[in-house]
């Protein structure tokens, strides 16, 4: 399978915890991007890459959210003090040098209790 | 702020039928307009997408129309399988990275 995976595919935690999901892109791909979506409501951009270089990050991402995209290849986003509020679908993203047209990943859905 | 907007959260056609799903933007800056389609536990899918600098674009069975003036875009589908059913989603990008998506439409295509 070439396309992009994210692992895990579902994260139960406590409220407080720290979590990190991994997104694997499509190889050629240079540009990852993260998305996050509620229940009935569309993706929300959080934040992307070009290579390594973190270019764009949403006012979403609180404090308590980084990412990171070591050597331009996979990236991981972590959560840190998980709330309530962040349980979501954490989307992940690629493509190669056209934003318009973004390959998603299944998404890894966590549920913080 | 929504600036991305599907008023319609739901649709059913019947199969053989055209399907017409609808989205309408407030910010006149958007220059790349895209539909995406969503199964269930998968991610979304990209369809079909028009630049600013046209009206129309078609792709097989898929055809988005752009009205810029009254800001509205529309998807097409003709005509409508059952495979079609998903959730579909319209996104806007302006000289960035970032797409906006709105809170999609889920079609049901009824044998």
């Known amino acids: 399978d070439t396309g992009v995976s994210q692992d895990p595919r579902h994260k139960i935690t406590k409220r407080g915890q720290n979590v990190t999901f991994r997104c694997d892109p499509i190889s050629e791909h240079n540009r990852l991007y993260w998305y996050r979506q509620t229940l009935g409501q569309g993706p929300e951009f959080l934040t992307y890459?070009?290579?390594?270089?973190?270019?764009?990050k949403s006012r979403l991402l609180s404090d308590r959210f980084s990412a990171e995209r070591p050597k331009g290849s996979f990236s991981t986003l972590e959560i840190q003090r998980t709330e309530q509020g962040d349980s979501a679908m954490y989307l992940c993203?690629?493509?190669?040098?056209?934003?318009?047209?973004?390959?998603f990943g299944p998404g890894t859905r966590l549920t913080v209790l | 702020d929504q600036q991305v907007k599907q008023n319609s959260p739901s649709l059913s056609v019947q199969e053989g039928r055209i399907s017409i799903l609808n989205c309408d933007y407030t910010n006149s800056m958007f220059d790349y307009f895209l539909w995406y389609k969503k199964y269930p536990a998968e991610g979304p899918t990209f369809l079909i997408s028009i630049s600013s600098i046209k009206d129309k674009n078609e792709d097989g069975r898929f055809t988005v129309f752009l009205n810029k003036s009254a800001k509205h875009l529309s998807l097409h589908i003709v005509p409508s399988q059952p495979g079609d059913s998903a959730v579909y989603f319209c996104a806007a990008s302006y000289n960035t990275d970032k797409l906006i998506f709105g809170t999609g439409t889920r079609l049901q295509v009824f044998p």
């Open positions: 993203a690629s493509s190669f040098d056209r934003p318009d047209e973004q390959f």
């Open positions: 890459f070009q290579n390594e270089a973190q270019l764009e």
